[in-house]
């Protein structure tokens, strides 16, 4: 699976942005697919995930930090996955990651190359 994020960029705080991640490659063995970030001199931390584990619409979970701002959809059709964001705070300024979770002999992360968000105040 290929995973290829785009969307970031300089907001100002209470700014919206949109993140997007096409996948490629073995998409049906996606199951889960969602977003993590990195803050300058902190550790990846999830941001949302979606989880299939068989069910058709799936299960989206938020982090704490995001709920209420955040919306994570993905169009199974173009296999794409978006990560709406809005009221953002300079707290959220990261460099996010499109993730997927695909089940082959083992249960295999992917990630995709990094996309900056800034938010400043």
């Known amino acids: 699976v290929q995973l290829q994020a785009s969307g970031g960029g300089l907001v100002q705080a209470g700014g919206s942005l949109r993140l997007s991640c096409a996948a490629s490659g073995s998409t049906s063995s996606i199951n889960r697919i969602g977003w993590y970030r990195q803050a300058a001199g902190k550790q990846r931390e999830v941001v949302a995930i979606?989880?299939?584990?068989?069910?058709?619409?799936?299960?989206?979970n938020y982090a704490d930090s995001v709920k209420g701002r955040f919306t994570v959809s993905r169009d199974n059709a173009q296999n794409t996955m978006t990560l709406q964001m809005n009221s953002l705070k300079p707290e959220d300024t990261a460099v996010y990651y499109c993730y997927a979770e695909v089940v082959q002999a083992l249960l295999t992360d992917y990630w995709g190359k990094g996309t900056q968000v800034t938010v400043s105040s």
């Open positions: 979606i989880r299939y584990g068989g069910r058709p619409g799936g299960q989206t």
